[in-house]
């Protein structure tokens, strides 16, 4: 099993966890940044933008997480809500926020959210892939017991080995489809006549969507609503949602193309 605990100073820890959660952010802000002059964004925006959303994010991963499993932090201490060390950050509910935010600062610094999304579509990507992998050392986020792993390197299937049992890596099927999703995007965004302004964040809740519906029923650890895992309920959304948003886009005769 590998120690959670990257770097320890005395009572100090840096787990994995949180190093692999910021090496995504950090490369979701770099890649934006680079991308932000082709669509007439100001860097900087990114700068302020990453500062504010970043911490709402975690706090509204976490929100989202406790409101669905809100039967089990209702008998804990109520200090247990805020110990997110423990596990329990939700993707959807940063999503979410983040979301949330960025339409707001859109709106305060005069730029297209369209744009916005478009260039932040394939960093949140990139990010989620090496996120997973913090789930991997926390030994979370895997599906049912299997007989072997055996496809898998050794290390995968060494860690994949919890209360007895192999589990199913679901963690390393939604990094790597997010991995895959980050190279199809990159691979067509610049290419010229082929999509139209806000597609690329369209094809981010097609992709991810799909992705996350099955792998999600793989899982063992979802939060349900009404019978349902809530984040195939969310994913299913996002897919329907997309699919409508993209065929929008088509219709509409005077938005152009990209012309890069």
Same mark, same amino acid.
């Given at each position: 099993m590998i120690n959670p605990i990257a770097i320890q100073f005395g009572p100090f820890a840096i787990r994995w966890y949180a190093l692999f959660i910021v090496s995504g952010m950090l490369l979701a802000v770099y890649l934006a940044m680079k991308e932000a002059p082709r669509r007439k964004i100001i860097p900087d925006d990114i700068l302020d933008f990453i500062l504010i959303a970043f911490p709402l994010a975690i706090i509204g991963a976490r929100l989202y997480y406790v409101i669905f499993d809100f039967n089990y932090y209702a008998s804990q201490p109520w200090t247990e809500i805020f110990a997110i060390w423990h596990g329990g950050l939700a993707i959807y509910g940063g999503l979410l926020t983040g979301a949330i935010v960025l339409f707001v600062f $859109?709106?305060?610094?005069? +730029?297209?959210?369209l744009d916005f999304l478009d260039i932040a579509a394939p960093g949140v990507m990139i990010a989620q892939a090496i996120g997973r992998w913090g789930n991997f050392i926390n030994q979370e986020a895997y599906g049912k017991a299997v007989k072997s792993l055996d496809y898998l390197p050794d290390f995968i299937k060494n860690q994949m080995y919890i209360d007895g049992s192999y589990r199913v890596p679901t963690f390393l099927y939604e990094s790597m489809w997010n991995l895959l999703g980050f190279i199809i995007i990159m691979s067509v965004r610049h290419r010229p006549c082929f999509l139209?302004? !806000?597609? +690329?964040?369209?094809f981010y809740l097609i992709w991810y969507g799909c992705g996350r519906f099955v792998i999600e029923g793989m899982r063992t650890d979802s939060l349900m609503?009404? !019978?349902?895992?809530? $984040?195939q309920w969310l994913s299913a959304v996002l897919i329907l949602l997309g699919i409508v948003l993209v065929a929008w886009r088509r219709n509409q005769k005077n938005i152009p193309y990209y012309q890069e």
């Open positions: $859109s709106y305060y610094r005069a +730029i297209n959210p139209k302004q !806000g597609e +690329i964040a369209f609503f009404l !019978g349902m895992r809530v $984040s």
